[in-house]
């Protein structure tokens, strides 16, 4: 989910999925539903906009649930320290258990930030 990103994280997370680098050979598919999703990725610090709504996905997402942040602004607010107009960063709203960093994080950085996430993942299923 798109919290207030520029677009360029989530332009990676597209990369990720084209068949460049494929991660859906590691099982790592796109739904179109947050019911339907293991894993919440959150791009941009949350603006106070859509603070709520970030809520409400998260909520729709079945237990055991993940959430990753991808890009800098979400995992810290990046340059919008100052701005009034952000809630941010993510894990002010949300619990979150993976960071990736970067600005935008490449898609290797991405799909290793998810293998890291499913370890997690499968440990809570157990
Ligand atoms: S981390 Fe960088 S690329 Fe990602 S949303 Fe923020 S400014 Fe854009």
Request: net charge negative; proline share 8%.
């Amino acid at each position: 989910m798109n919290t207030g990103s520029c677009n360029a994280c989530d332009i990676e997370i597209l990369a990720t999925l084209m068949p460049r680098y494929d991660a859906e050979r590691f099982g790592i598919k796109l739904v179109g539903s947050p019911r339907h999703a293991d894993v919440l990725l959150v791009t941009g610090t949350v603006t106070e906009k859509i603070k709520d709504n970030i809520l409400q996905v998260y909520e729709q997402v079945p237990e055991p649930k993940l959430v990753i942040v991808i890009g800098g602004c979400g995992s810290t607010k990046g340059v919008f320290q100052e701005s009034y107009a952000m809630a941010g960063p993510v894990d002010a709203i949300l619990p979150v258990d993976v960071y990736i960093p970067g600005c935008p994080p490449r898609p290797e950085a991405i799909i290793y930030g998810i293998a890291k996430a499913w370890e997690k993942l499968e440990k809570l299923q157990k």
